[in-house]
Nanobody, 125 residues
Framework: QVQLAESGGGSVQAGGSLRLSCAASGISYSTYCMTWFRQVPEKEREGVAAINRDGGTTYADSVKGRFTISKDTAKNTLSLQMSSLKPEDTAMYYC???????????????????WGQGTQVTVSS
């Protein structure tokens, strides 16, 4: 079974940077997409950034130019480098893995079969 564990969350000042990591185990060839989602109270979970098996990436408009998703195959980790952080980036961040196959991974929650427990990111003014 696939297991995902996020780390790296914390508090940071607006304009600062933070790197999130997701340790993955049990990933197979059929796991095509790995994606970061985030969620705040009273809002639906939203996709932030995704990377497919070939390294193709997708970003939400709200984070383009500020966030970078990457995958380290040797270490079996998924990362999200976040820069120029804004208070509206405050959320619980989750990593997810799914088998939906396409040129571009999608931000559809149902595409993802496995989820981590989340890591909190808080950005203050």
């Amino acid at each position: 079974q696939v297991q995902l564990a996020e780390s790296g969350g914390g508090s940071v000042q607006a304009g600062g940077s933070l790197r999130l990591s997701c340790a993955a185990s049990g990933i197979s060839y059929s796991t095509y997409c790995m994606t970061w989602f985030r969620q705040v109270p009273e809002k639906e979970r939203e996709g932030v950034a995704a990377i497919n098996r070939d390294g193709g990436t997708t970003y939400a408009d709200s984070v383009k130019g500020r966030f970078t998703i990457s995958k380290d195959t040797a270490k079996n980790t998924l990362s999200l480098q976040m820069s120029s952080l804004k208070p509206e980036d405050t959320a619980m961040y989750y990593c997810a893995a799914g088998s939906w196959y396409g040129a571009t991974c999608r931000f559809y929650r149902n595409d993802y079969d496995y989820w981590g427990q989340g890591t909190q990111v808080t950005v203050s003014s």
